[in-house]
């Protein structure tokens, strides 16, 4: 099982920028998937970025693109997202996940795909 811890968040100014950080725990797969998802109240939880842990390939969604970045620290089974020019949209609970390396295809974007979530850490951007 792998655990998943969120940090990073906080309350921060329209332009502002936080570094969110998922600290990953317990039995880890060489090859896996980690992403960052965010859910604002009142909407479905919705795809910001992931990385593929070997190669370290990224893709981010178009709606933050330019402004955040994932990255991985490989030593620390962690991975960030450098959140910059942040928007009072960007305000929800940000959650880290993890899919396992199985058979399949898959697809970065897709909820379903993901097998491990931490507990979220919460994002206010105010105007």
């Known amino acids: 099982q792998v655990h998943l811890v969120e940090s990073g968040g906080g309350l921060v100014q329209a332009g502002g920028s936080l570094r969110l950080s998922c600290a990953a725990s317990g039995r880890t797969l060489r090859s896996y998937v980690m992403g960052w998802f965010r859910q604002a109240p009142g909407k479905e939880r919705e795809f910001v970025a992931a990385?593929?842990?070997?190669?370290?390939?990224?893709y981010h969604a178009d709606s933050v693109k330019g402004r955040f970045t994932i990255s991985r620290a490989n030593a620390e089974n962690t991975v960030y997202l450098q959140m910059n020019s942040l928007k009072p949209e960007d305000t929800a609970v940000y959650y880290c996940?993890?899919?396992?390396?199985?058979?399949?295809?898959?697809?970065?974007?897709?909820?379903?795909?993901?097998?491990?979530w931490g507990q979220g850490t919460q994002v206010t951007v105010s105007s």
């Open positions: 990385i593929k842990w070997s190669g370290g390939s990224t």
């Open positions: 996940a993890v899919r396992r390396a199985q058979s399949g295809s898959y697809y970065d974007w897709r909820v379903g795909d993901y097998d491990y």
